[in-house]
């Protein structure tokens, strides 16, 4: 069994336009990643989440 090598980013996006920040652990760190974890952490509510943009997490 292979374990992906993640790495720690920072994602920092608009939750229905208030800006907030979430970490994850990412393969890639993608703005498609990054929308699935931000998915993950809030569920399939009727939040609209906008503006998505991924670093690395010093």
Not at 6 to 23: A, H, M, P, S
Not at 27 to 33: L, N, R, V
Not at 39 to 54: F, L, M, N, R, Y
Request: aromatic fraction near 6%; proline fraction near 0%; glycine fraction near 6%.
């Amino acid at each position: 069994m292979t374990v992906a090598q993640t790495t720690k980013y920072v994602i920092k996006y608009k939750l229905n336009g208030e800006r907030r920040f979430e970490f994850a652990q990412l393969e890639k760190g993608t703005e498609e990643e990054a929308k699935a974890a931000l998915d993950a952490i809030h569920g399939s509510s009727e939040d609209v989440i906008s503006d998505i943009a991924v670093s690395k997490a010093l």
